[in-house]
């Protein structure tokens, strides 16, 4: 499995996410209320996490376990498993891989 490039298709999305966001507030007629915070704070929560998974990606691996730090281990393999989760959102996008999905 190739956790990098989870990573990059999730911080792929999420940039598309986040232009769409400003683009509806671009063309949304003056005085009328757009409510996109929680969904500005939602993308930002969850480029939180992909990041913190991009520190030790590489541990989230079968042999992970093996490296001698059990925590960063466990660490990243929790992480990872969050970012599956996120990640399980853009899963009808035809560059999603059946590999990423959570379960």
């Not at 911080?11 to 929680?38: C, T, W």
């Not at 500005?40 to 913190?52: E, F, G, K």
Request: aromatic share 8%.
């Amino acid at each position: 499995m190739d956790n990098g490039e989870l990573i990059r298709f999730l911080r792929a999305k999420l940039d598309a996410d986040e232009h769409h966001v400003v683009y509806v507030q671009a063309v949304n007629p003056p005085g009328q209320p757009v409510l996109l915070e929680s969904t500005v704070d939602a993308l930002d929560m969850i480029r939180t996490v992909v990041d913190l998974y991009a520190e030790v990606e590489h541990l989230d691996t079968p042999e992970g376990a093996g490296s001698g730090d059990a925590y960063a281990a466990g660490r990243a393999a929790g992480l990872g498993q969050a970012v599956r989760r996120l990640a399980a959102i853009y899963h009808e996008d035809p560059a999603f891989r059946a590999e990423w999905r959570p379960w």
